[in-house]
Nanobody, 130 residues
Framework: QVQLLESGGGLVQAGGSLRLSCAAS????????MGWFRQAPGKEREFVAA????????YYADSVKGRFTISRDNAKNTVSLQMNSLKPEDTAVYYC???????????????????????WGQGTQVTVSS
């Protein structure tokens, strides 16, 4: 089992940047694919980004592609989300998630919905003011 703790959220003006981090417990962090999701008030949870166990493969939602970058450091048991050019519509609670299964060659709908992820963090609030 793995426990996840997000940090780095906060209030930022539109156009600004934030870097989210997710620290994972346990010695097997490198055996998990990792993802970031977000949920805005009154909306469903939304996929943001995912990274493979080794970090060699990444997937992004179209809405964040070119602005957000996901990365991981297996030696430090952390996964990060660098968010640039933030927009008010990026406002949400951001969640880190871990999947025991490897990322597939095609990131399918069940992955987008979060169904393939086994562990979730508590979330960190990101608020982007206009």
């Amino acid at each position: 089992q793995v426990q996840l703790l997000e940090s780095g959220g906060g209030l930022v003006q539109a156009g600004g940047s934030l870097r989210l981090s997710c620290a994972a417990s346990g010695r097997t962090f490198s055996s998990y694919a990792m993802g970031w999701f977000r949920q805005a008030p009154g909306k469903e949870r939304e996929f943001v980004a995912a990274i493979s166990r080794s970090g060699s493969d990444t997937y992004y939602a179209d809405s964040v592609k070119g602005r957000f970058t996901i990365s991981r450091d297996n030696a430090k048991n952390t996964v990060s989300l660098q968010m640039n050019s933030l927009k008010p519509e990026d406002t949400a609670v951001y969640y880190c998630a871990a999947a025991r299964n490897p990322l597939p060659p095609f990131y399918g709908s069940s992955w987008y919905r979060g169904e393939e992820y086994d562990y979730w963090g508590q979330g960190t609030q990101v608020t982007v003011s206009s």
